[in-house]
Structures are given as C-alpha cells and as structure tokens.
C-alpha cells in the first residue's frame, strides 16, 4: 500500500511528528503495556487534518520515523507505504469529534485489560485515581475492530466523564491527551492504578474518596502540580510611570 507524498512544507512538519510517535511507542514497551505487535500510539500534525499512527503488525523494535504512516480523519492513508493499524478508524473517529484531543493511545495492558474484561470501572478510591482521572476509569461499549464502532464509544463515554482513559468492554484501555505524551502519560497510570486496586481488593473493598475531595484533588493536579510558567516580570520604576 502506498501513498501520495506531501508537499515539501507539509511533510517537514509531518515528519516532526513521526519522529514524536516512534518514540512514545518505546515508552509502552519500557512500561510493559504491550505484547508482540499489539497497540499503539497516534498524533494529529498540527494545524492540518492529519495524524501519525503506527502501521499495522509492525514490530516496536523496528518503529521509526519513516515506518509510521499518515492518516487524513477519515482514516485513509495520505502519506507512507504500510497499511495503518487496525485501530485507525477508531483513532480517526476520535480526532473528529474531539478537537481538544491531540493524541490517543491504546494497549492491552494486564490489569487494565482485565478490568475491562469484567466490564468494570476502576472506582476512585486512591488520590493518584481523583488526580490524574478525576473519578472513576469508565467501561465503554462492547465494539468490534474495523470500522469506527470502537471511536463512537470512545467517544461517547468520554464526554460524559473528566478521565482521559476508557476502558472498552472485553478489549483494553484507550486513553486521550492534548498530545500524544500525555496520552501515553494517562495509559501508564491507568495501569498502574488498575494493578493497585486489584491488590488492594484481595485485602477487602477499598474506601472511595467523597466526590468533593476528588473534584478538589483533581482541581489541584490539573492547574496546580507541577512547574507552572512564572509570573510576568514586575515593571520597572519607569515603566510604571508611563
């Protein structure tokens, strides 16, 4: 399968964000997200209606800049000679409809995995769950692979919901961010918080957090955490008497 090739402005800022995508797919094996070819990584290119994903049934040690391919929204191949992954359309689906979302992930991590098998939320019972997910980790829909069934629930679930990841019924964790990196950032903790509820339920229920403390915790993490862009500098004597 291939392509028509960008034009020379175009491709240059295209290939900035290849070069992003093949390196946040090494995060998911340093994570250990992922298994085999399974999952994967996606970015819109800014200001044009394209995004970067990884191709299908390709391995992680093989991803570079030049093996990822672009997609236009309606998940038809616009630049590179692989066919994209199976989780395009779903991909495509989400950038449609979400414009705040810059970048989706998705990974048949363990635990998250197996939440999703149960057709289960993770509750919110731990301050890490209030920060970064703002409340429970949503189960979306059932949904089969190859058309955009999997981005309507995508969808669907996460605009009801202040978390950035989903859990999709029987298949696995999808997670979104205002770029890529912070999708990949929301998959790796959607893990781990996954993993640490599981244990903590072999010693009996967890406490859930009351919703006021969750909404402030996530108040704090969301413009608080963190380093924050310094105040603008003091005028000077002369400058406040103009």
Not at 212 to 232: F, W
Request: charged share 20%.
């Amino acid at each position: 399968m291939s392509a028509p090739a960008l034009d020379a402005a175009l491709a240059e800022r295209a290939w900035a964000v290849r070069t992003e995508v093949a390196a946040l797919h090494a995060e998911l094996t340093r994570y250990g997200l992922v298994v085999w070819t399974a999952g994967n990584v996606s970015a819109r290119v800014p200001g044009v209606d394209l995004f970067v994903i990884k191709p299908s049934g390709v391995a992680y040690d093989d991803l570079r800049a030049d093996t990822m391919v672009v997609c236009d929204l309606d998940g038809r191949l616009v630049d590179g000679d692989r066919a994209p992954s199976s989780d395009t359309a779903a991909h495509a689906y989400v950038y449609r409809h979400m414009p705040e979302v810059g970048g989706v992930v998705h990974t048949h991590s363990t635990y998250a995995t197996a939440w999703a098998a149960r057709r289960e939320p993770i509750p919110c019972v731990l301050t890490m769950i209030a920060d970064e997910f703002g409340g429970e980790v949503p189960v979306g829909p059932f949904a089969l692979i190859g058309d955009d069934s999997i981005g309507r629930g995508i969808v669907e679930t996460l605009r009801g919901s202040r978390s950035p990841a989903v859990l999709m019924a029987n298949h696995g964790p999808f997670t979104v961010g205002a770029d890529a990196r912070a999708a990949v950032k929301a998959a790796v903790m959607v893990e781990d918080v996954a993993r640490t509820i599981h244990l903590a339920r072999q010693l009996g229920e967890p406490a859930a957090i009351a919703p006021a403390d969750v909404d402030a915790l996530h108040e704090r993490y969301q413009h608080v955490y963190g380093q924050q862009s310094p105040p603008p500098a003091a005028p000077t004597t002369q400058e406040s008497l103009r």
